[in-house]
């Protein structure tokens, strides 16, 4: 088992990514340069939050034509595992991995925040066994605004895409929750086939006695047990 | 030649900027204001042909990088 973090220039969060698969759950990790070409033999390839490019023209828009990409997206077509977080949802749906976009929090301002979230029912290849479990990761971000057009949000429930959603402390998916305007209270999503997963919430800093919580834990231990399952969409 | 390509927030996705400007607006004394909506423009200046393949080229940019489809239009024009 051996996860690969890329890194782009104005990564952020690849320290902690490392940090917490290295010696959070203890499986060799590896740090690739966003133009290296080849990603080697890698079981999960990581694509951590910051702000890539310094986020000009749009959050991962740039990102997505360094060379790494081209590797990963051969990858990803072979059904290799791929986790995007913060920066790295945004990266992979810009890139077309993920379906949809994120845009500015519709409060306008940058959340800084540890949310409850819904484990949701996308069960073939996400936490099958905690469906329902309420847990807190910390996000920080200012354009998490998940929006999809009506067509695609059907699309995304029909086949139990969502991973996570915003809730409260008794699991209601409320307006008040919801900290950055999401269609849906979503938090995170994963592509159709069941290997690509994106969310803006951190598991990468949700794993030492210290952090706001230790439930990244469980969601990164969930992403590298995937096994892919290729759903037939409804 | 210049080219000047406007990409703007789609009708139906909400534009957050926009809406707080907006609201800016309205307290300024702007009476009928109906909505606003914040795009970009990107500028970029070009030597030589800007023929119909030039024009196929730009409309492939504008969609795969100036603009993202998923939330946003764009349009261009050519300037002197």
Redesign the interface.
């Known amino acids: 088992m051996k996860v690969a973090v890329i890194q782009f220039p104005g990564s952020n969060c690849d320290q902690d990514v490392y940090h917490s698969f290295a010696r959070g759950i203890g499986v060799p990790t590896e740090m690739i340069w966003h133009k290296d070409e080849q990603l080697g033999e890698v079981d999960l390839v990581v694509i951590p939050g910051g702000f890539s490019y310094g986020d000009y023209?749009?959050c991962g828009?740039i990102a997505r034509?360094s060379p790494i990409m081209k590797a990963v997206g051969e990858y990803a077509d072979r059904g290799g595992l791929i986790l995007g977080i913060c920066n790295g949802f945004q990266i992979l749906?810009?890139a077309g991995l993920l379906?949809?976009?994120l845009?500015?929090?519709?409060?306008?301002e940058y959340r800084c925040m540890t949310p409850h979230l819904l484990i949701q029912d996308s069960t073939d290849t996400f936490n099958r066994n905690k469906i329902g479990q309420i847990i807190r990761l910390p996000i920080g971000h200012g354009e998490g605004?998940y929006?999809?057009?009506d067509e695609g949000l059907d699309r995304l429930e029909r086949n139990e895409q969502i991973l996570l959603r915003y809730c409260d402390e008794q699991g209601n998916l409320t307006e008040e929750a919801n900290p950055n305007?999401s269609v849906n209270n979503i938090a995170g999503i994963r592509n159709e086939r069941g290997n690509i997963f994106g969310m803006m919430p951190h598991p990468d800093r949700a794993f030492e006695r210290f952090h706001p919580s230790m439930d990244g834990l469980p969601v990164m231990k969930a992403v590298l047990a995937t096994k892919e399952t290729v759903t037939v969409p409804i | 030649m210049k080219v000047i390509v406007f990409v703007t927030p789609k009708k139906n996705v909400l534009d957050p900027q926009g809406a707080a400007v907006g609201h800016a607006l309205t307290s300024l004394g702007f009476k009928n204001l109906k909505d606003v909506r914040i795009g970009k423009t990107i500028e970029i200046e070009v030597d030589g042909e800007t023929g119909p393949d030039f024009s196929a080229s730009m409309d492939k940019f504008c969609h795969e990088l100036l603009s993202n489809p998923v939330i946003e239009d764009y349009r261009w024009e050519l300037a002197e």
Not at chain 1, 103 to 108: A, H, M, S, V
């Open positions: 023209l749009r828009a034509f749906c810009e379906p949809g976009a845009i500015r929090n519709n409060c306008l605004n929006r999809i057009d305007g």
